[in-house]
C-alpha cells in the first residue's frame, strides 16, 4: 500500500506538469527534494543519497552509499556499514571501500510517506505561486476578462479563465462602473504584487492604458503600426483626449479611430461609461498641438514659455468657456495631454482703461488664487466681476469664502475710484 501511493504522487505530480506547464526539469528537481528533505529529517542528512526519478513512467529509484568500516568501528549505521554486512554483499569487498545499496522509500514507514506528501504539497503550491506571478508580470499592459466573484467595498475579486484570482480596487474602477456576481469585466493588467510569495494581480479600468489597448483591438491600422498612439489624456468616465500620428498620408488617423458613423469609438465609449473621447492629430508644431488639444475652442494665439512648460492662450471671450470645458475638464486635458500648463486669456480688442489687470492686485490677493483666476480666463477685475459667482466658485476651484473675499477686494477699488 505505502509503495503505491509513492507512486501515486509521483503519476499526480505528472499530471499537475501537464495542468501548469511546468518544465521537466523543474519536476524532476521539485520532486528529488521532497525526497531529499524527507531522508534528511529521518537520517539527519540526505548528502549519501541518490534519488533517481522518472515521472513520465512513475518510477523512483534511492540509493544509498555508505563505507565499509570494521565491526567494532561501526558509529553511524547511515553512512557507515560493517564489514561483515558488505560481504554479504560481495565477498571481496574491504574496509575503507563503498558500497551502494538500493532502498525503498516506502520501507521508511507510513509517517516518512505523510511527510513527503506535506512537503510535496508544500513545493506545489509555492511552484503554483511563482507560476501565477511570473506569467502575469509578463501581461502587464494586456486586457483580460474575468468574471465577478465576490464584490467588497473596496475592491472587486474576478476569476480569469483558469480561475486564478483577479483584483479591481474601487479606485481602479470607473466612478459609474457597476457590476454583478457572474458578469464578465474587462481591464487592463496593471500590476503584479508578490509580497511573501503571494502574488496578487492588480486591474485597472481607470488606466491610459486601457483606452490605448481598446483603441488597438477597434482600430486595426493601430494594431498594424500604420497609426501610433502618441498620447492619451483621461479623465476616467468624463473625458479623454487621444493624439494620434500616421506616416502614410493616405490614411486619416483620426477618422480611421473614429470609424464610419463613429462604428469604432462608440463600442469604446460605451466600454467606459460614456467617456467623451476626442481623437486628434499629433503635431512636432507645440503651438498647433496646443490649439488642436483645446478644441472644439478656437485660438486667437498662443504664447509658450518653453523653459517652464508653459502657454499663454489668448481667444475670444465666447471661446473661453468651450476652452475650460464642463468642469475644466478640456483645459485639464489639454495639459496632460501636451505637457503644457495652459493659460487662458481674453482676447479683448477695446480694453477699458478703468479696468485693472488682475495682477496689480498681489499684494491684497494671493498669487496662486490670481493663477486660478486666469486660467479660466479672467484676467482683469472688471472680468471676474462679470463672471457669476458660481461659476467662479466651481470653474476656478476656489473656496466659498476665498471668492468672496475677492470680489469685495476687487469693488472695494472701484468703489473708491467712483467716490475719488
Known amino acids: 500500500m505505502a509503495k503505491k501511493e509513492v507512486i501515486s504522487m509521483i503519476d499526480t505530480f505528472s499530471e499537475f506538469k501537464e495542468l501548469k506547464n511546468i518544465d521537466r526539469m523543474t519536476m524532476i528537481s521539485v520532486l528529488e527534494d521532497s525526497f531529499r528533505n524527507v531522508i ?17 513512467k512513475g518510477d523512483l529509484e534511492i540509493w544509498r552509499n555508505r563505507t565499509i568500516v570494521e565491526d567494532n568501528e561501526l558509529v553511524d549505521a547511515n553512512t557507515q556499514i560493517s564489514l561483515t554486512e558488505a560481504r554479504k554483499i560481495d565477498e571481496d569487498f574491504e574496509v575503507g571501500e563503498d558500497v551502494t545499496d538500493e532502498v525503498f522509500f516506502e520501507d521508511f514507514g507510513r509517517r516518512a510517506i505523510l511527510n513527503l506528501r506535506q512537503t510535496l504539497t508544500s513545493k506545489i503550491l509555492e511552484l503554483q505561486k511563482e507560476g501565477l506571478y511570473n506569467r502575469y508580470k509578463e501581461k502587464i499592459g494586456e486586457i483580460v476578462s474575468g468574471e465577478v ?37 474587462r481591464a487592463v493588467i496593471d500590476r503584479v504584487e508578490n509580497k511573501n510569495n503571494n502574488p496578487k494581480i ?54 480611421a479611430c473614429v470609424g464610419m458613423k463613429g462604428s469604432r469609438i462608440h463600442g469604446i465609449v460605451r466600454e467606459l461609461r460614456n467617456e467623451n473621447i476626442d481623437i486628434i492629430n499629433y503635431t512636432p508644431n507645440t503651438s498647433l498641438y496646443i490649439q488642436r488639444a483645446l478644441s472644439p475652442a478656437k485660438i486667437t494665439s498662443v ?118
Open 40 to 56: 534528511a529529517k529521518l537520517f539527519g542528512s540526505n548528502e549519501n543519497y541518490d534519488v533517481i526519478i522518472n515521472p513520465d
Open 149 to 185: 466573484y465576490q464584490i467588497w467595498k473596496k475592491e472587486i475579486l474576478l476569476l480569469d479563465d483558469e480561475k486564478e484570482e483577479l483584483l479591481l480596487p474601487k479606485t481602479e474602477q470607473i466612478s459609474s462602473d457597476f457590476f454583478r456576481k457572474g458578469e464578465h469585466v
Open 202 to 255: 492588480i486591474l485597472s479600468r481607470t488606466s491610459p492604458v486601457f483606452l490605448e489597448r481598446l483603441l488597438e483591438i477597434e482600430v486595426p491600422e493601430i494594431n498594424d503600426g500604420l497609426i501610433t498612439i502618441r498620447n492619451i489624456a483621461r479623465i476616467p468616465g468624463e473625458r479623454a483626449k487621444v493624439a494620434v500620428e500616421s506616416y502614410d498620408d493616405r490614411i486619416d488617423p483620426v477618422g
Open 303 to 420: 504664447k509658450l514659455n518653453e523653459e517652464e512648460k508653459r502657454a499663454e492662450v489668448l481667444l475670444r471671450p465666447e471661446e473661453v468657456s468651450l476652452a475650460i470645458g464642463k468642469g475644466g475638464f478640456n483645459i485639464k486635458l489639454a495639459s496632460m495631454l501636451t505637457s503644457y500648463t495652459i493659460d487662458v486669456y481674453r482676447d479683448i480688442d477695446d480694453f477699458d482703461e478703468e479696468d485693472i489687470y488682475l495682477d496689480e492686485f498681489r499684494d491684497e490677493i494671493d498669487g496662486w488664487v490670481i493663477d486660478q483666476l486666469k486660467k479660466i480666463g479672467c484676467v482683469t477685475a472688471k472680468n471676474v466681476l462679470a463672471t457669476d459667482r458660481d461659476k467662479l466658485i466651481q470653474e476656478a476651484d476656489l473656496e466659498e469664502d476665498t471668492v468672496d473675499e475677492v470680489l469685495n477686494i476687487l469693488r472695494a477699488e472701484f468703489d473708491d475710484e467712483s467716490k475719488a
